[in-house]
């Protein structure tokens, strides 16, 4: 993707603007809402315990959500050895500034750098999302892995089918998997269904380039995967599995039907 001295020029302002909003100040503060004290221990027992294949919480297996924002917690808090209150939230923040930047790609790619830069700007200073961004929460770090999926699948339609393109969708729609669960699947694969539908060119779907970079997808989730089961006999994911794909609902409204 080649850009022209004005987009360069924009996506800076766009960077200095980000990382005032989201990354200044960002431990002034102490973990004040129920879920940024949940997943901020659950992270740091990650790294002083060690749990770093199996969430835990309290000593207990953590079933509720995956392991990558935990993982990207405990990573940032190495270097100081422990979780506070600006390393737990820097993953958020930093993927909210990467949305912001995605949402500026994708505008430039569907529409022109006007478009595209009103729209990060919009982005970028919606109320909400600056809290979600300077939160310990998982919503802004599952919104830039669908971004940045949806961004690499239509670089790689728009551009010849490059592989590297179809690789990086999956790779990328597994890390949102890995995030907040299997849902991600489903806000992702729709809405390219449906574009390909109104395009008339469904048959990407099938085609090898599409197909093989699956692989990705099916690596990088068994790369996880494969050890938690290991270490747990299996227990360990069927819970996960039966929390994270909505049979949790479906099972007690079907024996409710009995």
Known sequence: MRFKENDRVLMGGLMVLSS??????LGSTGLWEKHEALYAEVAREMLVDG????????????????????????????????????????????????????????????????????????????????????????????????????????????????????????FLTALAVLTKGLFALFLVMPPITLYLFLNNDLKILIERRFLFGGSAFVLTITAWLLPAYVWDEGDYIRQFILVNSGLRYALPLAESKH
């Open 20 to 25: 005032l909003l989201y990354v200044l100040n």
């Open 51 to 170: 749990h770093w294949i199996i969430p835990h919480l309290d000593g207990t297996i953590y079933i509720e959500k995956p392991p990558l924002y935990f993982w990207m917690v405990a990573l940032c808090s190495i270097p100081v050895g422990d979780v506070n209150e600006f390393t737990a939230r820097l993953p958020a923040a930093l993927c909210a500034m990467g949305t912001v930047m995605v949402t500026f790609l994708l505008g430039r790619k569907l529409f022109n750098t006007r478009v595209a830069f009103m729209g990060a700007l919009i982005l970028a200073t919606c109320l909400l999302f600056m809290v979600y961004g300077r939160s310990v929460r998982l919503d802004t770090t599952f919104t830039f892995f669908i971004s940045s999926a949806l961004l690499a699948f239509y670089s790689g339609y728009t551009s010849d089918r490059k592989t590297y393109y179809f690789l990086s969708f999956w």
